[in-house]
């Protein structure tokens, strides 16, 4: 099971993630209390593993931009999570080689979901980044063969369910395990790496990870 631990503020809790277990870390860039500057992320991504998948969250932001930060931070992927554009995700796409576009619940981007052609689509709340959950049956309107990612409101208490409601490929929390915006709180993380271990063993044969393949073509990189 695929984790990103996001809205990584220090090197420390960038460390402490990778340490129980997490593939990805997400860099927030977009306007938030956990918001990153590209030189800050930079001198914590140029100190990580290389098979870390480090991610750089973008709202709404110029597909130029998107690739020039994205870059400038030493980060491998971007996540594209506002209202782009199929054509504003090929765009990044042709100079970021993973990279994830995040849906709404409910929202018609779900049921277009293939047409933006990212490497994997993360499915939030109708609030995104809001740390709220929402109805988990919305994951249905997802199209068949998407590498789904489930995020919103993500904590050690529900992500168990989650996945067993879903059957996603990764999950996405940030929120869920934070003593304070922007700090992740140890014990929190270490339980929820806990939890999202135990239900991905629960699910066996059939998991939406051994159907559609594993996509860490950044690791070949």
């Avoid at 996001?6 to 402490?16: F, P």
């Avoid at 500057?37 to 597909?63: C, S, W």
């Avoid at 047409?115 to 929402?134: E, H, N, R």
């Avoid at 992500?159 to 304070?180: K, L, T």
Wanted: hydrophobic share 40%.
């Amino acid at each position: 099971m695929f984790v990103k631990i996001c809205g990584i503020t220090n090197e420390d809790d960038a460390l402490l993630a990778i340490a129980l277990g997490a593939d990805a870390l997400g860099f927030v860039f977009a306007p938030s209390p956990r918001q990153m500057v590209a030189q800050k992320v930079y001198d914590i991504t140029r100190r990580l593993p290389p098979e870390v998948l480090t991610v750089g969250v973008f709202r709404d932001e110029h597909p130029q931009r998107v690739i020039e930060i994205t870059q400038a931070a030493g980060l491998r992927a971007a996540q594209l999570h506002g209202h782009e554009s199929p054509a504003d995700v090929v765009e990044v796409c042709r100079h970021i080689r993973t990279v994830i576009k995040a849906v709404t619940a409910g929202s018609v981007d779900v049921t277009r979901a293939k047409d933006f052609a990212s490497s994997m689509i993360l499915l939030d709340a109708p609030a995104p980044g809001s740390g709220k959950v929402f109805d988990w049956k919305l994951a249905g309107e997802i199209p068949d063969g998407i590498t789904l990612i489930l995020a919103g409101g993500l904590t050690p208490e529900n992500v168990g369910n989650g996945i067993a409601q879903v059957r996603p490929f990764g999950v996405d929390v940030s929120s869920g395990v934070e003593s304070s915006p922007g700090r992740k709180d140890p014990v929190l993380l270490r339980r929820f790496m806990d939890e999202v271990r135990q239900a991905a063993a629960s699910l066996g044969s059939g998991s939406y990870e051994e159907d559609s393949g594993t996509p860490y073509d950044w690791m070949d990189e």
